[in-house]
């Protein structure tokens, strides 16, 4: 299993658990160590504007490179479908961090199982 770094694509059914690597700006270097956060939650909002907020099974996989993971896909995901999506997270000061931040949403693609 590779690194997923912004567009996230997977098979509804899935079990397969997704990693993803928070970035600066650059898109190469991590964000930086996650160690000390709290309240991590992956924010999706699908294209009819329902926003979702996952925190079970959510959790830093690697905190010196940044990464979280997402385990147990198929109970979260029920239906092929696009979102939107970012993390956020409280650092270690009580600080709420986005990634991306601003206005700025990554894609979340749930494709249906094909024969």
């Known amino acids: 299993m590779g690194t997923v770094i912004g567009a996230v694509e997977f098979t509804l059914g899935s079990e397969d658990p997704v990693e993803l690597q928070l970035l600066k700006d650059d898109g190469v270097t991590p964000i930086g ?16 504007g329902t926003e979702t907020e996952i925190t079970t099974n959510f959790s830093v996989s ?3 490179l ?10 979260q995901f029920t239906a092929a479908k ?19 931040d601003g206005n700025l949403w990554y894609t ?8």
């Not at 696009?82 to 991306?100: A, I, L, N, T």
């Not at 979340?108 to 024969?115: G, S």
Request: no cysteine; proline share 4%.
């Open 82 to 100: 696009r979102y939107s999506y970012k993390v956020k997270f409280k650092d270690s000061g009580g600080k709420q961090k986005f990634v991306p």
């Open 33 to 48: 160590s996650l160690s000390g956060i709290t309240a991590l939650t992956l924010l999706l909002v699908d294209a009819d």
């Open 108 to 115: 979340w693609q749930v494709f249906a199982i094909t024969p």
């Open 66 to 75: 940044s990464k979280v993971k997402l385990s147990q896909v198929a109970a």
């Open 62 to 64: 690697d905190a010196a």
